[in-house]
């Protein structure tokens, strides 16, 4: 059984285009993240929703909106894509942030998104 | 400012040749030091989770440390399987991660 799937794997766009990535673990976590991975393999930090809340919102631009409709799923939506949106969004999920196993991420298997 | 370092960028062994992977922090406030495993095309795989310093942990041929600035990732007689890209990452007070480059490893038959 998949612990954390994202849909879709591929995702290839023109610019300006409005385009969605959705995520769903079946771990019973609480806690769900949204990372980017740059051509660089840099991992970034973009959400992070505990139980249907956002926590962590970092600098990225308000075109990019996460959605949790409950707290096995969260899914990543993106307005108006532009070339610099280009990258792997990986979607990842713990069971919480106190310390010990809690801490724990698993990841998808990412969505590589192309914009033409 | 909190980073995270990973060195070196790449690093190619000889099947059964013993190496190190480092991790350099400036953090405030760590609370783990997490070390996950990346196969091209896949998501990171955690590895281990060290806490404070001094802290070690081992997973057949892996075994990570941590000292207050640094932690290692020692690879004892590397197997082509171990070829993978290495990611250490800080979780801070404010459950902040921060993730470095990684260290792109191959092992050679």
């Known amino acids: 059984d998949t612990a954390v799937s994202q849909t879709p794997k591929y995702l290839v766009t023109q610019m300006g285009n409005d385009k969605s990535i959705k995520c769903e673990q079946n771990?019973?976590?609480?806690?769900m993240y949204w990372y980017k991975q740059d051509s660089k393999k840099f991992l970034k930090i973009m959400f992070s929703?505990?139980?249907?809340?956002?926590?962590i919102n970092e600098t990225v631009p308000n075109r990019f909106s996460p959605k949790s409709p409950d707290k096995a799923h969260l899914n990543l939506h993106i307005n108006s894509l532009e070339l610099g949106d280009s990258a792997v969004y990986f979607c990842?999920?713990?069971?919480?942030?106190?310390?010990?196993?809690?801490?724990?991420?698993?990841f998808g298997p990412g969505t590589r998104l192309t914009v033409l | 400012e909190d980073q995270v370092t990973q060195s070196p960028e790449a690093l190619r062994l000889q099947e059964g040749e013993s190496s190190s992977l480092n991790c350099s922090y400036t953090?405030?406030?760590?609370?783990?030091l997490f070390w996950y495993r990346q196969d091209p095309g896949k998501g990171p795989e955690f590895l281990f989770t060290l806490y404070s310093a001094g802290e070690e942990k081992e997973k057949e041929r892996l075994k990570a440390t941590l000292t207050k600035k640094e932690s290692f990732l020692h690879i004892t007689a590397p197997k082509p399987e171990d070829s993978a890209t290495y990611l250490c990452a800080a979780l801070i007070t404010g459950n902040q991660f921060y993730f470095g480059t990684g260290t792109s490893l191959t092992v050679i038959p």
């Open positions: 953090v405030s406030g760590l609370r783990g």
């Open positions: 990842a999920s713990s069971q919480g942030f106190s310390v010990g196993l809690g801490d724990t991420q698993y």
């Open positions: 929703y505990n139980n249907k809340e956002l926590i």
């Open positions: 771990l019973g976590h609480d806690t």
